[in-house]
């Protein structure tokens, strides 16, 4: 549908008013807004940091002919938890699986990294082991989230056991995660360290079509 490729392009670019005003074009002159519509609204009113009008979104496709998917519960955690309601956004997290949904790797991956920045790292370390218990297995992004989130905390013997169960699991480390373990291993331990903006932080959430 035309629609949604404009409407992805303008929620890349963060140009929310032009959003708007083509969603509302489309309601009233059709075609009517489709699953993808409504996940690709919630993922960019989330991105921008709209988080009241992303939830408007999303409520309006529960009252739709439309039902949520994953996707959908996806965007809203992360644009929740995103944008600083991570107990919103875990809270959403309980009710898709009330719902019959079982949340994703991407599901996991965005509130661990959200506990995680907010330093709420057992909470962290809870969902990945509620992660494991359900079969679903981390990704390498997984990994990298909680193994920046327990050196920034200066958990280092935790974080060599988690870097021990990557390879465990076979899986390869990349750039970032040899990031991490460079600085678990000369600045752990310094009074004094230069805190840069981490590569692995931004929107987990898949590319929508």
């Known amino acids: 549908m035309m629609y949604n490729t404009v409407l992805s392009a303008l929620g890349r670019l963060k140009q929310v008013s032009h959003l708007s005003e083509l ?31 992303a939830v408007t979104i999303f409520e309006q496709l529960e009252n739709s002919d ?3 998917d994953i996707i959908s519960y996806n965007s809203l955690i992360n ?6 309601d991570v107990d919103e956004a875990h809270m959403r997290f309980k009710e ?11 599901t996991y991956s965005t509130l661990i990294e959200c506990f995680g920045k907010t330093d709420r790292v057992e909470m962290a370390c809870r969902l ?5 218990a359900q079969g679903c297995y981390p990704n390498i992004v997984t990994y990298n989230i ?9 958990r280092t013997a935790e974080a060599v056991d988690l870097y ?6 076979g ?24 805190r840069r903006q981490s590569p692995i932080t931004g929107w987990v959430v898949s590319p929508l079509r």
């Open 171 to 194: 899986l390869t480390p990349d750039s970032i995660t040899y990031a991490v373990l460079e600085r678990l291993q000369s600045g752990s331990h310094r009074r004094v360290r230069v």
């Open 164 to 169: 021990a169960k990557l390879k465990q699991q």
């Open 96 to 106: 898709m699986q009330e719902k019959g949904f079982s949340p994703d790797v991407v």
């Open 146 to 154: 909680l193994l920046d989130c327990l050196e920034r905390c200066g």
């Open 66 to 68: 439309c039902k949520p």
């Open 128 to 132: 990945f082991e509620d992660m494991l």
């Open 23 to 53: 969603y509302e074009k489309m309601k009233l002159d059709g075609p009517e807004p489709d699953i993808f519509t409504y996940n690709i609204l919630i993922s960019s009113y989330g991105r921008a940091g709209k988080v009241d009008e």
């Open 79 to 84: 644009c929740l938890g995103k944008n600083g």
